[in-house]
């Protein structure tokens, strides 16, 4: 019955890692987009105030990218490494899903991003 149990705590961990992928890409394709955009037509944007008051600086792509993978990477490390114990039992058998979701993330920021 534990072993029931926490299969269903481990799915739940597994689930919320997909979630927080889908979360990661729905922010760069929307909010990010706008703000490259926003960088893209405005002449200097470095430090300079608009007219209400707010400031815009440089935004790199390839940093925020690189920044959302290595969140993306440390999620799917420690949820495949808690996931995988909770269901098994067994530290082997977390670090096989643990793998298995650093996959997933790394052909998600492959062909995704």
Do not use: C, H, W
Not at 48 to 61: E, F, R, Y
């Amino acid at each position: 019955q534990r072993k029931a149990e926490m299969s269903l705590y481990a799915i739940v961990i597994f689930i919320s890692f997909f979630v927080f992928l889908a979360v990661i890409l729905i922010i760069d394709k929307t909010i990010f987009a706008e703000f490259f955009n926003l960088q893209k037509d405005l002449p200097s944007v470095q430090g300079a105030q608009g007219t209400i008051g707010v400031s815009l600086g440089k935004i790199d792509p390839e940093m925020l990218k690189n920044t959302f993978f290595l969140f993306v990477l440390v999620q799917s490390i420690g949820g495949g490494l808690l996931g995988g114990f909770m269901m098994d039992g067994k530290l082997s058998s977390g670090v096989r899903f643990g793998f298995v979701l650093v996959l997933a993330s790394f052909f998600m920021f492959k062909f995704m991003f």
